[in-house]
T-cell receptor, first 114, second 111 residues
Framework: NAGVTQTPKFQVLKTGQSMTLQCAQD?????MYWYRQDPGMGLRLIYY???????DKGEVPNGYNVSRLNKREFSLRLESAAPSQTSVYFC?????????????FGSGTRLTVV | TQLLEQSPQFLSIQEGENLTVYCNSS?????LQWYRQEPGEGPVLLVT?????EVKKLKRLTFQFGDARKDSSLHITAAQPGDTGLYLC???????????FGSGTKLNVKP
């Protein structure tokens, strides 16, 4: 049972570089999410996709873009990385977009921007 | 400012003790979830509560949703070292499955 798979697990970028974080789920879930986790801040929602073909902004979308490539895959792109984007990024999915469905999280991508 | 405040931030106790973790807000939530996260891993869902006053039990863990749906608590009875981790609460407003997370309570249970 793979669940939610994120790649890469670790990444170091220089300021101004770009990269795409990949996320794939094999549970046939409709909704997918990108969160970032910073010390003392909990998890903050960056972007989400309620269903295939739709995406929407969360709490902290600036500096990021997303693509819902198909039902399984939801990628997060940093166009010009900044040190403030140093964080742990988590992808999650849920069966439905109604609020009594829990999230299944991936194991995270640890990103450092120098 | 966090929509959900968790307390305490850190808790270090001996095996066998009981503890309670709190999750508070001035906002009303349509549902609330609790997760546990271990180092280097993503959060894992423990429970979802949706009705004001609801109580759910998961072995030695008891979860309660406040009557006004603004707060929640997690009580652990006879804590064990395996309970060590970061406990996160997350609340959703409205019907859509978009959750706001608290900053977490880091629990350490010493043998």
């Amino acid at each position: 049972n793979a669940g939610v798979t994120q790649t890469p697990k670790f990444q170091v970028l220089k300021t101004g570089q770009s990269m795409t974080l990949q996320c794939a789920q094999d549970m046939n879930h409709n909704s997918m999410y990108w969160y970032r986790q910073d010390p003392g801040m909990g998890l903050r929602l960056i972007y989400y996709s309620a269903s295939e073909g739709t995406t929407d902004k969360g709490e902290v979308p600036n500096g990021y873009n997303v693509s819902r490539l198909n039902k399984r895959e939801f990628s997060l792109r940093l166009e010009s990385a900044a040190p403030s984007q140093t964080s742990v990024y988590f992808c999650a999915s849920s069966e439905r977009s109604q609020n009594n469905y829990g999230y299944t999280f991936g194991s995270g991508t640890r990103l450092t921007v120098v | 400012t966090q929509l959900l405040e968790q307390s305490p931030q850190f808790l270090s106790i001996q095996e066998g003790e009981n503890l309670t973790v709190y999750c508070n807000s001035s906002s009303v939530f349509s549902s609330l979830q609790w997760y546990r996260q271990e180092p280097g891993e993503g959060p894992v869902l423990l429970v979802t509560v949706v009705t004001g006053g609801e109580v759910k039990k998961l072995k030695r863990l008891t979860f309660q949703f406040g009557d006004a749906r603004k707060d929640s608590s997690l009580h652990i009875t006879a804590a064990q070292p395996g309970d060590t981790g970061l406990y996160l609460c997350a609340g959703a407003r409205g019907n859509f499955n978009k959750f706001y997370f608290g900053s977490g309570t880091k629990l350490n249970v010493k043998p």
